[in-house]
C-alpha cells in the first residue's frame, strides 16, 4: 500500500525512462516495488542490479525480461489451475522468440488436446471403437472433477451429461461384442452383432436391414436381448430410434448385463418423463439457467431431494465417478488413466525462459 501510494504520487512523461533500484529493503518490498513501478509505468521502466562488492558490475535491466518473467509465472498459475490454452496463449509471444523450450510447448499442446478430448488416434483406428470410446469417458470424467474443483459447474455438468451417454453406448456394445449367436438374413447367416452399429447419429440397426420388414428387425432385437415391454411398442419405422434414447439403452443394458449396476444419477437421468425443472442440464442447454454447489450436489445425488452437502468434488467422486468407473474396470474395457493433477503440477515446474 505504502509502495503504491509513492508511485502513484509520480508523474513523468510517457517518454522519460524510468530508473528503478529495487534491491534495498526487506524481500516483500523489492518484489512490490518491482511490480508496481511496472504496473506504472510499463516498458518505460529500467531497473538498476548492483553489486556491492563492485559497483562498475552494476547492471541495467529492460522492463520487458522482467515482465517476460511474470508471464510465465502467470501461464504457470494458470496450467496449475487448470487452464492451459490460456497458459499456451499467454507464452505465444515468447514461443515465437524461442524462449520456451520447444518440447514444453508441445507438452503443454498435448494436455490442451486432453482438456478437448482431443486424443491422437492410432492409424487406421475408429474413434467409435470401444477402446477409443472407453478412453474419451475416462479422460472426460477427469475434466469433469476438474472442472468441479474451479466450481466451473457449467461445463462439469455438460460433460457428464455426454459422458454418462457415452458410457451406455459402449456398455451395450461391449456386451454385444461377446454375442456370438447368428442370424439366418437373405438366405445366409451372420453374425448378430454385425446388425448393430454406432456412427455420428447414434446407435442404431445397420442399414443393412434399412428395408427389412419391421417384424425382421424386432426380431433381431430380441435375440440382442433388447427389452420386451420397448419392442412391443414398436409400430412403425422410426420407433426403432429407441435404441439410440437413454431409457432404452438403459433397459438394454440391464437386459443383457443382470450384474450391472447403475448410480442414482445415471437412472434418474435415463428416466423417460422425469420432471425437466429438475434437470440441471436440460435448464442450462435450453433456459442458460445457472446453478450453486448445493444445486449441483442435488442433481448429482441423482434423487431429486435437497441435499445437505455443497461439497461439488466430494459427492461427484462418491456418487458417480467412483461407480462409474467401477463399471468400466467390471466390463473389462480398456483405458489408460491419467493423473491428470500431477501433471499439470509437473508441467508448470518445467516451465521456463531459455
Known amino acids: 500500500m505504502l509502495v503504491q501510494q509513492a508511485f502513484s504520487s509520480l508523474e513523468l ?3 522519460t525512462t524510468v530508473y528503478v533500484s529495487h534491491q534495498a529493503g526487506t524481500p516483500a518490498i523489492s518484489s512490490a516495488v518491482q511490480f508496481v513501478s511496472l504496473a506504472r509505468f510499463g516498458k518505460q521502466v529500467k531497473f538498476l542490479v548492483s553489486n556491492e562488492y563492485n559497483p562498475s558490475l552494476t547492471k541495467v535491466i529492460e522492463a520487458s525480461q522482467y515482465l517476460k518473467g511474470i508471464q510465465v509465472q502467470q501461464a504457470k498459475g494458470l496450467i496449475e ?13 515468447e514461443q515465437a522468440e524461442g524462449r520456451i523450450d520447444t518440447q514444453v510447448i508441445d507438452n503443454i499442446t498435448q494436455i490442451v488436446d486432453f482438456f478437448n478430448l482431443n486424443r491422437s488416434l492410432e492409424s487406421g483406428e475408429d474413434e467409435f471403437s470401444l477402446e477409443a470410446a472407453t478412453q474419451r469417458i475416462v479422460d472426460a470424467i477427469e475434466l469433469i472433477r476438474i472442472f468441479f474443483k474451479q466450481s466451473n459447474y457449467l461445463l462439469g ?4 451429461a455426454a459422458a454418462q451417454e457415452t458410457f451406455l453406448k459402449v456398455a451395450v456394445l461391449s456386451k454385444i461384442e461377446k454375442v456370438n449367436d447368428s442370424f439366418t ?12 452399429v454406432w456412427h455420428p447419429l447414434g446407435l442404431f440397426l445397420s442399414n443393412s436391414v434399412e428395408s427389412e420388414s419391421i417384424a425382421v428387425k424386432k426380431e433381431i432385437l430380441r435375440k440382442l436381448s433388447f427389452p420386451a415391454e420397448l419392442l412391443d411398442k414398436i409400430a412403425e419405422k422410426r420407433d426403432f430410434q429407441v435404441t439410440n434414447r437413454n431409457y432404452g439403452l438403459l433397459a438394454w443394458m440391464q437386459n443383457l448385463d443382470q450384474n450391472f449396476k447403475p448410480w442414482s444419477l445415471l437412472k434418474w437421468s435415463c428416466e423417460r418423463y422425469r420432471n425437466s425443472d429438475d434437470d440441471l442440464r436440460n435448464q442450462l442447454m435450453h433456459n442458460l439457467r445457472g446453478m450453486k454447489a448445493a444445486e449441483v450436489c442435488e442433481y448429482l445425488s441423482g434423487n431429486g431431494k435437497a441435499s445437505s452437502s455443497s461439497d461439488v468434488v466430494k459427492t461427484y467422486d462418491s456418487l458417480v465417478k467412483d461407480p462409474l468407473m467401477g463399471e468400466l474396470k467390471r466390463l473389462g474395457l480398456k483405458f489408460d488413466r491419467e493423473k491428470i493433477d500431477q501433471k499439470l503440477q509437473s508441467l508448470a515446474a518445467s516451465l521456463r525462459l531459455n
Do not use: C, W
Not at 455438468?157 to 457428464?160: C, G, N, R, V, Y
Not at 438374413?185 to 448393430?196: A, I, R, Y
Open 157 to 160: 455438468i455438460a460433460l457428464l
Open 13 to 15: 512523461d510517457k517518454n
Open 185 to 196: 438374413f437373405k438366405g445366409s447367416s451372420q453374425k448378430l452383432k454385425t446388425f448393430v
Open 81 to 93: 489451475s487448470g487452464s492451459p490454452g490460456a497458459a499456451l496463449k499467454l507464452l505465444e509471444s
